[in-house]
């Protein structure tokens, strides 16, 4: 017998949940009431929603899924506070999610796809390439779900996690725009990142969605040569034409970009790197945070030793750039992104 595709309701705005209701027979102010019920109570069943009949909530279980993950396993570092999910979808694939607890609120790391396809050498969650984008509900529930575990209130999102958002770009925005509802999680937008290889198109296009979050560029190599033997992708974007786009997101949106730069011994850490790496990012309202590359097991990166890092860190202020380096998180639990889901995989 097939298998009739049940509405994910958990992705659709309220303006769509009213095309649904209305379809149903049911007056359109419901859509605000079903809205409220997913995003801001977070209902886990049609069943918690008391103000609609039992009739619409009989209907609406057989006609649309809530979908919902429950993670299997949970990786709590004992350091800081950071806590790693693995998280498995319907279809059995599994991501990765990270909760994050900082000063100024509690972040989550979220994936935007199983896997990733863009290839970067030294990232672990290209390593068996992708398997599928992520549905807006999946992204969301990762929020959602941490939220449950924890009991806590997140307050920001980086979208940091395995996969490349601008590779599911409908996705990626429809996250963002239902996170953000007022009427919803209610996000501050200021406080969502979006992490990209650099798909100059996705750049251009999101810079005209009027979602002025962070963007962050994963830039790793100040020159094209370099960039391309580190991320392959890097081959159908010319690295000028990349900055070329952030300028652009930046005068469109007035957000500040962060140049993510992944220091690897011996691969881009030297002083000429940072004095080219200085010249490219001249006149650019950025700044730049430096990552000692999480070393994946499968490849072979490594940190550069404290001295070549505040070496590299002393040329780019001197030339009047705004650097920072990222501070680990949960240095106790499995390293880089992808890496836990990778043993999983391995092991099954
Ligand atoms: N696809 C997006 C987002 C996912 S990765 C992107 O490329 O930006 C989030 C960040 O982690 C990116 O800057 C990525 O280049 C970086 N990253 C991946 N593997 C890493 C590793 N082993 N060490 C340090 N940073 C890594």
Same mark, same amino acid.
């Given at each position: 017998? *097939?298998?009739?595709?049940?509405? @994910? ?22 859509? *605000? ?13 049609? @069943? ?42 319907? +279809? ?56 449950? +575990?924890?009991?806590?209130? $997140?307050?920001?999102? $980086? ?11 409908? *996705? ?8 953000? +509802? ?27 969605? @009027? ?13 094209? %040569? ?7 992708? %890097? ?50 309202? !950025? ?19 404290? *001295?070549?890092? !505040? ?20 240095? +106790?639990?499995?390293? !880089? ?12």
């Amino acid at each position: 017998m *097939a298998r009739i595709m049940k509405t @994910d309701i958990k992705s659709l705005s309220e303006t769509e949940l009213k095309s649904l209701l209305e379809a149903l027979g049911e007056k359109p102010f419901r859509a *605000a009431q079903v809205f409220d019920w997913i995003h801001k109570k977070k209902a886990q069943s049609f @069943d918690e929603m008391t103000n609609l009949s039992l009739a619409l909530r009989e209907r609406l279980k057989e006609e649309a899924e809530l979908v919902s993950l429950v993670p299997v396993s949970v990786q709590a570092s004992l350091l800081d506070g950071t806590r790693k999910y693995l998280f498995r979808l319907e +279809d059995g694939n599994l991501i990765e999610s990270v909760f994050m607890p900082y000063h100024h609120g509690n972040s989550v790391c979220v994936s935007s796809q199983a896997g990733c396809r863009m290839g970067c050498r030294f990232c672990a969650s290209t390593i068996h390439g992708l398997s599928r984008n992520l549905k807006a509900s999946e992204i969301l529930e990762q929020v959602y779900a941490i939220e449950r +575990d924890t009991k806590e209130r $997140v307050s920001h999102v $980086v979208m940091m996690g395995s996969g490349e958002p601008f590779d599911n770009y409908e *996705a990626a925005v429809r996250f963002i725009r239902l996170i953000s +509802d007022d009427k919803g999680a209610d996000l501050s937008i200021r406080n969502i990142t979006v992490s990209t290889c650099g798909l100059t198109e996705g750049i251009r296009r999101f810079a005209e969605e @009027d979602l002025p979050v962070t963007l962050a560029l994963s830039l790793h190599a100040p020159n094209q %040569a370099l960039r391309e033997s580190l991320m392959p992708i %890097a081959r159908r974007y010319d690295l000028q034409e990349v900055i070329e786009g952030c300028s652009f997101y930046f005068e469109t949106t007035h957000r500040r970009l962060t140049f993510e730069y992944a220091l690897m011994n011996g691969i881009n850490d030297s002083e000429a790197c940072a004095r080219e790496l200085s010249e490219l990012l001249k006149g650019q309202h !950025a700044h730049i945070n430096l990552i000692p590359v999480n070393p994946v097991e499968e490849r072979d990166f490594r940190q550069p030793d404290s *001295a070549r890092i !505040a070496s590299f860190v002393k040329i780019l202020e001197k030339n009047g750039i705004n650097v920072t380096i990222r501070r680990t998180m949960g240095a +106790d639990i499995d390293g !880089a992104c992808g890496q836990l889901r990778n043993r999983v995989l391995q092991n099954s």
